[in-house]
């Protein structure tokens, strides 16, 4: 008889940095940038040769994201109108690179939360918007780290990557190719925001999660059931970033805004909101499960007003903070991370047999679902 697998969610990790900046520190300093840049290029800019830049506002930043605030690997230099970007010192080959050091910080609490030694666990992908290096990929640096024997591999779905990452290890114990697999998204999207850009200068924050999916056989009594998972792509420049060693900066090019995030935010809203809605619809009715009873939804953390109407579309009335919590205010958009940080945060008071959904979408376009079922 052949052995059937059934892959969980054994257990989640999350790693936060320490350092915060509320919007009033955010703006204070984009400000001052933007007194700096105008009182530098008056003259330029009475003889209209270079445009006047305009101050960002807390109050528009609150109602337009619902972000409050967000925490960063380094505050100082963000926040330096002369820096405006993140700032560490640089690490020698042989020391822990920091995205990997913030993953394994991730995963060791998702071990211990599952009760799981590292020996037995046999892949690691790191499924993330943008990696450090090329390679050697940051999955294998942090399988080291942990002392995993066995495989991992990098993997890059913008916001969606920890969902197409969680359909990936649910695969591998599906086929049997691992009955234990760490997802860990670690996420410096501090280092791909352009805290200059007074359209998308608040959005993101820095974080790391990690998901350990294993086959039921070894998963603690207390887990979650995986009911289905489902992934889509759709080709989309509206969230786009070109940095990358074949786009390197030319004297042409260099300083341009487009090696950095960049997204036309009204088209994203519109375009993905039913996309993501409808998605939710279909799957459900695929897995059996009444979207309108669903337990509790932890969608991707980008835009309050986004999840708003997507969840009403799901639910058929407007959700609650019990039936879709929010991060977005203290963590930003955390790219991939988001709905993993508010199921990691959010789901210990569900009782056996409760289904919710972990949701995410992004750049790409790219949108996973994972519907899943509290067990033990
Ligand atoms: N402070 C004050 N005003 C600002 C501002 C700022 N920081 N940034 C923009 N504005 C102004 C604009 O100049 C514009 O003014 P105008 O109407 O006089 O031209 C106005 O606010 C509206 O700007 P707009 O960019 O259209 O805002 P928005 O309401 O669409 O909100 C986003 C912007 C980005 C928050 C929103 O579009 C969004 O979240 N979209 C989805 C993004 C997303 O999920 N992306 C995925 C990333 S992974």
Request: charged share 20%.
């Amino acid at each position: 008889m052949t052995q059937t697998y059934h892959p969980v969610i054994s257990s989640t990790g999350l790693f936060t940095p320490e350092e915060s900046i509320s919007n009033e520190e955010l703006v204070a300093s984009f400000n001052a940038y933007v007194e700096l840049h105008n009182t530098q290029n008056a003259d330029a800019i009475a003889a209209g040769e270079v445009e006047a830049l305009h101050p960002s506002s807390v109050e528009f930043i609150e109602k337009a994201s619902g972000i409050k605030a967000r925490h960063v690997m380094a505050k100082q230099p963000l926040l330096d109108p002369e820096i405006m970007a993140p700032r560490w010192d640089e690490r020698s080959d042989e020391d822990l690179s920091i995205m990997a050091e913030i993953g394994v910080k991730a995963c060791e609490q998702a071990l211990k939360a599952a009760g799981r030694e590292a020996k037995d666990v046999d892949a690691v992908l790191c499924a993330a918007s943008n990696m450090q290096r090329a390679y050697p990929a940051m999955a294998v640096e942090i399988q080291a780290a942990l002392g995993i024997d066995g495989f991992g591999f990098d993997m890059n779905v913008a916001c969606s990557s920890a969902t197409f990452g969680i359909q990936t290890a649910a695969d591998y114990v599906r086929a049997g190719n691992a009955r234990s697999v760490l997802v860990v998204s670690p996420e410096i999207t501090s280092g791909h925001l352009n805290w200059r850009d007074r359209d998308s200068h608040f959005i993101f924050g820095d974080v790391a999660t990690a998901v350990l999916v294993e086959d039921i056989s070894m998963a603690p009594a207390e887990h979650w059931d995986i009911l289905g998972t489902k992934l889509k792509t759709v080709f989309s420049n509206n969230i786009r970033n070109n940095f990358g060693f074949l786009n390197r900066a030319t004297p042409e090019t260099e300083g341009k805004a487009d090696k950095l995030f960049v997204q036309e935010g009204r088209k994203v809203f519109k375009e993905v909101v039913p996309m993501v809605a409808q998605m939710i619809v279909d799957e459900a009715e695929r897995l059996g499960v009444d979207p309108t009873a669903l337990r509790r939804m932890w969608l991707h953390q980008a835009n309050a007003g986004m999840n708003r109407l997507i969840a009403q579309r799901v639910l058929g009335h407007e959700a609650n903070a019990d039936e879709s919590p929010t991060v977005l205010d203290t963590y930003g958009n955390t790219s991939s991370a988001g709905s993993i940080i508010a199921f990691h945060k959010h789901s210990e008071d569900l009782v056996s047999g409760d289904t919710g959904l972990i949701c995410s979408f992004g750049a790409g376009y790219s949108a996973g679902t994972v519907f899943v079922r509290k067990a033990g």
